[in-house]
């Protein structure tokens, strides 16, 4: 009877640290009136999950490029109101496709530690080149430098796009590289003529029956 006692308070001494953490648990205190008080809970550090939401919410968002055209026109003392105006100039698709040349430029400019907003005509000239040499036609550097215009000056204070050299560049990518048809095959018209002189007399000639002989 005595080694049964002795084995239930043994089990009973056991260290509470073993069993749960105490900054998990909340501890239990009894005042002289004998009533339970559940005391504050220690909190422990934030889980890593929860610090990766709350700043990924503040990261900038660079999916647009023509968000550089707006902040540059904050730099420029512009009111909200004028930047909305000024933004919705550009349609959907001209806004997409300066986007993307505009994210180029800036890669472009950060990479050879250039001013983007204020750039060397060689900057320029060099940039547009490279789009030339990877392969893009006439009309989609034409469409840069009009993405380019629309925000960047060059370091004479120009516009970019009305540079002489930039306009000669552009007429040598033309020259060297022009653009194709729209069509790649064209039907003679005589053809189509001579078959439709034959069908006569038209008063008695019907939509269906003519589309039929076509």
Request: aromatic share 8%; charged share 20%.
């Amino acid at each position: 009877m005595s080694a049964e006692i002795g084995e239930r308070s043994d089990f009973s001494t056991v260290d509470s640290s073993r069993l749960a953490d105490t900054g998990l648990v909340a501890s239990v205190t009894k005042p002289s009136g004998g009533k339970s008080i559940n005391a504050p809970t220690r909190q422990g550090p934030p889980h890593p999950s929860t610090i990766r939401d709350s700043t990924s919410s503040k990261k900038p968002n660079d999916t647009d490029g023509m968000s550089v055209v707006r902040q540059y026109f904050e730099t420029r003392g512009v009111s909200k109101l004028a930047i909305g105006l000024l933004m919705a100039s550009w349609r959907g698709g001209t806004r997409k496709q300066y986007s993307g040349y505009i994210k180029k430029w800036t890669a472009f400019c950060l990479q050879r530690k250039v001013n983007h907003l204020q750039p060397s005509v060689g900057a320029v000239l060099d940039f547009l080149s490279e789009l030339f040499d990877k392969g893009l036609t006439y009309s989609a550097i034409n469409c840069a430098r009009s993405a380019l215009s629309s925000y960047v000056s060059s370091d004479d204070g120009s516009v970019v796009g009305l540079n002489p050299l930039v306009c000669r560049l552009l007429k040598g990518g033309f020259q060297s590289r022009p653009p194709k048809p729209k069509y790649t095959e064209v039907w003679d018209v005589q053809v189509v003529l001579t078959y439709l002189a034959t069908l006569h007399p038209v008063e008695s000639l019907h939509l269906n029956n003519s589309h039929q002989n076509l």
